[in-house]
């Protein structure tokens, strides 16, 4: 971590304060494998939290250094508290507390922010609804499989929901990876909002809501039969809001969101119906004008919903103010990397390479995230080959293909990081 983000990070804290005590001194952990009520010692700053079970409930570990200290350890990540301490140690950065670590018994406690506030923003797939009083654990690439013995804790649980709308498990998993995935599938537009409108051939209007939705599901039909499982954001003519896509997808513990898209040319352009090929983005700020022209396009969608959950001013200010401890960011690209290179070479226009801009749909995803602008609508041969069953299934096999290529990467990463 860089003395500018830990700097940044204690900046942030302290965010709970006394006035936000739970109700009935409670939090609801969702997990992967279960959902666990915790209850909290109630303090005057909101309570606190055995640092024993925070550490089984994420799938960590927790050392004893003795003399009244111990190391949390999450994802790579090293907390070290001490007891009687308003602080914690990280990287050699001290993170200030709401209230002293103090021990319970034998049980070293430390405030709830922790939970709350310090461990989400490492990225590691952990979200805090304060809303709700709850903390939940997505199953993102970025977060590590929990444990067996997560569930053994002494703690009431309740069974998980089964995951709607998913692919049920393949019997057999893709060559060379060593678990199932689910991947988010994201049919661009629909309903009232028809994207852009394409262009006429032969008599046929190729309207992007068109394009996209049996690109999609082309594309969910690959996936399963490579053995990997498939949620989609929408599998028939209807509005989602740009808001709920990315819930839909963390709500299914999906690993990877792809949302598909077709190209408009710019009216400025020259020529712009000649103008071809394909495009793969992710979340971050914009470079060029044109970056931040299919940001604008694709944001546009918004018009059409009656309600979004955007905030006031920039929607997208919140996350955009956080790329820099966003751990996502770097998997987006590396997915958006090969899976650009996978379908450029099968799609018969130009390759426009990777780019970043900040699109609304990829904001709420949990996950590593891309967005695909398959072809131009606008040109007559790209909406021609994305429209036949040729051309969708050529663009389902190679977005296929670079997911699992990138799969594979991330376990060899993580393999080699574990040793």
């Known amino acids: 971590m860089s003395v500018a983000r830990a700097l940044w990070l204690a900046a942030c804290l302290p965010l709970l304060s006394a006035a936000d005590s739970p109700p009935g001194n409670a939090i609801r952990v969702k997990g992967v494998t279960g959902d666990t009520v915790l209850t909290l010692l109630p303090t005057p700053a909101g309570g606190v939290v055995g640092l024993d079970v925070m550490a089984r ?15 949390l350890g999450l994802y790579g990540t090293t907390l070290e508290f001490t007891d009687g301490s308003p ?14 670590v103090r021990l319970v018994g034998t049980t070293p406690h430390v405030p709830l922010q922790v939970f709350s506030e310090i461990i989400p923003r490492f990225g590691v797939g952990i979200l805090w609804d304060r809303s709700r009083w709850e903390v939940r654990l997505f199953q993102g690439i970025a977060r590590r499989p929990e444990p067996a013995n997560a569930r053994d804790a002494d703690l009431p649980t309740t069974p998980v929901s089964t995951v709607v709308n998913a692919a049920a498990p393949a019997p057999r998993l893709p060559s060379g990876l060593s678990r199932g995935y689910t991947i988010a599938v994201d049919a661009g537009h629909g309903g009232r909002d028809p994207g852009n409108p394409g262009s006429v051939v032969g008599g046929r209007r190729f309207i992007e809501k068109a394009l996209t939705l049996p690109m999609a599901k ?17 599998e028939r003519d209807s509005l989602i809001n740009l808001y709920d896509r990315g819930p839909i997808a963390n709500a299914n513990r999906a690993d990877l969101f792809v949302s598909l898209h077709t190209n408009a040319a710019n009216p400025n352009w020259r020529n712009g119906s000649a103008v071809r090929g394909v495009e793969t983005f992710f979340l971050s700020t914009a470079r060029t004008e044109d970056e931040a022209r299919v940001a604008q396009m694709e944001n546009d ?9 955007a905030e006031k001013g920039n929607p997208l200010s919140f996350i955009l103010n956080d790329l820099a401890r966003n751990e996502h960011l770097r ?30 749909v990829l904001s709420t995803a949990y996950m590593p995230a891309i967005l695909i602008e398959v072809g131009f609508g606008t040109n007559a041969a790209d909406a021609r080959w994305m429209g036949s069953a040729e051309g969708q299934r050529a663009i389902a096999a190679s977005v296929a293909d670079g997911i699992i290529e990138y799969l594979g990467h991330y376990e060899r990463r993580t393999r080699a990081a574990g040793r």
């Open 218 to 234: 082309a594309l969910a039909e690959e996936l399963q039969r490579r053995g990997l499982s498939v949620v989609m954001t929408r």
């Open 301 to 309: 969608v918004v018009r059409f919903e009656v309600e979004t959950q």
């Open 331 to 360: 998997e987006s690209f590396d997915l958006a990397t090969v899976v650009q290179e996978r379908l450029a070479a099968r799609h018969p226009g130009p390759n426009r390479g990777v780019k970043q801009s900040p699109l609304v």
């Open 87 to 100: 602080f914690a140690a990280y990287n050699g950065f001290v993170l200030p507390l709401l209230e002293p």
């Open 57 to 71: 409930l994420l799938g960590g570990s927790l050392e004893t250094g003795g003399d009244g200290r111990w190391r």
